[in-house]
């Protein structure tokens, strides 16, 4: 059972912002609901430009929670673009190996890169959901699919399986005071899709926003992410992939096919395809080029044999689950359903 959470902004220092203090303010009260202690580690809310001018303190909040043996869980505010500019301050010297211990991170986006530095130390993590998009949604409740995984985790700290939601969300554009209360329009959902290879596979997942992890191959969107991630190993050789299972879900940008595809096939070059045991891929946010990333993944990924299970509710589209990364987790598509064994 979770008694406290540590809130930290290791990503975008939104949440320090005064425009969003009546989601802030949401949140707090539906944790407090919970009868969880919250606790906003010393810099997650000073705002937009100190967190992006200061990652030491970013990483400093990291290392504080884990180290806080009265918190319990971790819980990202948010995403956002540059969190791989805290591994200086996490690897140069050891930081994080010598004090991290197994306790409940939770977050998505740009938190991927977090997630491959706690997998890089041995600690097993939660992917999608964070603070910010999902605790303090603007609707009356949390959205319902979302809630029940959250719960699940807030009270077990584990998750047990994952199946698909009955409904998607047209995601909310307006998140100003008057859009308190308001509900996100819903559509059908239609469950996991198989496009290619066994209905039942099994491994230990990982992975996250593809945007994310493309910047630990490509310079686009920082001139020196490639350099830094490699010169602290962050993402795994070959080898740890095998037989394991990776996860892809696209940002709120909505990548136009041909940079998917270029995304996708920079994986493939390294090898990655030719080793796992499966790829899930998540729901694009507002099925904007459903159909386009599905061909590309089919035409990218001849391995016949690779299973490729996509429209899964987790990552920007929602509502959200929540997978385990680092846990056995068997897939079963005919039963609609990924088990997690601990």
């Known amino acids: 059972m979770i008694n406290k959470i540590g809130i930290v902004s290791l990503s975008s220092g939104i949440l320090g ?16 609901k919970y009868g969880i202690e919250i606790e906003f580690l010393p810099n997650a809310l000073k705002g937009v430009d100190f967190i992006k001018n200061h990652p030491k303190s970013r990483a ?18 948010i995403g956002g673009e540059d969190t791989y500019r805290l591994l200086p301050y996490l690897f140069e010297n050891n930081e994080l190996e010598n004090i991290v211990k197994q306790k409940v991170f939770l977050g998505f986006s740009d938190t991927t890169m977090n997630h491959f530095m706690l997998n890089k130390v041995g600690i097993k993590t939660f992917y999608g959901q964070a603070f910010l998009p999902d605790v303090c949604e603007l609707s009356n409740e949390m959205l319902p699919y979302t809630k029940k995984y959250f719960e699940e ?12 939601s009955d409904v998607w969300y047209q995601e909310r554009e307006d998140f100003s005071k008057n859009a308190i209360g308001t509900d996100m329009p819903k559509h059908t959902n239609t469950g996991f899709e198989l496009l ?13 926003c593809l945007e994310s992890i493309y910047d630990m191959f490509d ?14 190993h962050l993402f795994p050789k070959l080898e740890d992939w095998k037989d394991n299972i990776l996860l892809l879900e696209t940002s709120e940008e909505k990548p136009h096919p041909n940079l998917f595809r270029k995304m996708i096939h920079t994986l493939k070059k390294y ?13 694009p946010q507002n099925e904007t080029y459903y159909d386009e990333y599905k061909k590309i993944l089919l035409e990218e990924l001849t391995n016949k044999d690779l299973a490729i299970v ?26 609609q359903v990924i088990v997690f064994n601990y």
Do not use: W
């Open 153 to 164: 985790l807030i009270t077990t700290e584990k998750i047990k399986e994952v199946r698909p």
């Open 219 to 232: 310079n686009t969107r920082f001139d020196d992410t490639v350099s830094v991630c490699n010169q602290y």
């Open 196 to 208: 290619s290879g066994k209905p039942v596979f099994q491994g230990k997942i990982l992975g996250g």
């Open 17 to 32: 912002e005064s425009f969003i203090e009546h989601e802030l303010e949401i949140g707090k009260e539906r944790l407090s």
């Open 60 to 77: 400093d909040d990291l290392l504080t929670a884990f180290k806080d043996n009265s918190i319990d869980m971790i819980l990202c505010a």
């Open 271 to 283: 090898g990655l395809f030719d080793v796992l045991s499966g790829v899930l891929v998540g729901k």
């Open 310 to 335: 996509y429209n899964l509710n987790i990552g920007h589209a929602t509502p959200r689950c929540i997978i385990p990364f680092g846990v056995d987790a068997k897939v079963n598509v005919c039963k």
